[in-house]
């Protein structure tokens, strides 16, 4: 039986995890690449009217938000048990190493996302000169993933897979159809939960005005700043205790179903 080694610390989860997205089959940077190539075409290629109801932002700031809750809205996110089932096969019975793996590919998820958010919002903010709403977007930027990657997992814990050709996948299609429902719905779940995350932690965005449209709280732009401001951070940081506590939670409670699925290679 090979030997599964898994971190001492979360900062060597997050070196190992790192080398890990730029190794074969380099599933989070392919999936990263992809949604801004289709974010890019739908922002400038579709109407308005259609992209405000497909992506729920407008304004100045509305693009870089727009790219950090899509680009991490896909499987990296939300299969982090199937993906990576020899090492979660072993971090399962350590509540600790679990919970830095977790943390890990949500930081790795950060780091091939944010800084590009955010470069895309300084030129969007150096026109304009509105250093407060730059601010605000840029602690948005800093927040969200891990906002919602938390609670994003708990789609992997719940409905995980294993990446398999597709040829092999065909064949289990064949042998059990109700696998291809359950497949479909485990690739589709990200950009469902995730999208949605991110509303509930951008709320006091939705409800007092968006980056770029400061003179609708109350005439003050200040008083928007701090508002949604503090009220976002206070929100994300709700969804990330409820996020990685209740997926330590929920991986414990199906800790033998998760140990048969890694354990057969039949089941993807």
Known sequence: MEIVSLPKSLPE?????????????????????????????????????ITHWIFGYYGAHALPLTLL???????????????????????????????????????VLWLLTAPLCFVVDLSVSAPSGNIVIACLTIVMILFLPFATLGMATWVGILVPYKPMPLRERQRQVRKD???????????TAPYVVVPLLAKVCFFPVHKWGLPGDSHRVLGHPVAQFWGVMVGSIALALIVLIVGYRGALVLAAKRNQHLQEFLADEELG
């Open 69 to 107: 809750s899509w680009m991490v809205a896909d499987v990296p996110a939300t299969n982090v048990i199937g993906s990576d089932a020899r090492r979660m096969a072993v971090a399962l019975r350590d509540r600790s190493t679990l919970l830095d793996l977790l943390v890990a590919k949500a930081i």
């Open 177 to 187: 159809p109700m696998r291809f429902l359950r497949w479909c719905g485990a690739i």
């Open 13 to 49: 989860a997050v070196r190992e995890e790192f080398g890990r997205a730029f190794h074969d089959p380099f599933e989070a940077p392919i999936c990263i690449g992809i949604n801004v190539v289709l974010i890019a075409l739908g922002w400038w290629l579709l109407p308005a009217f």
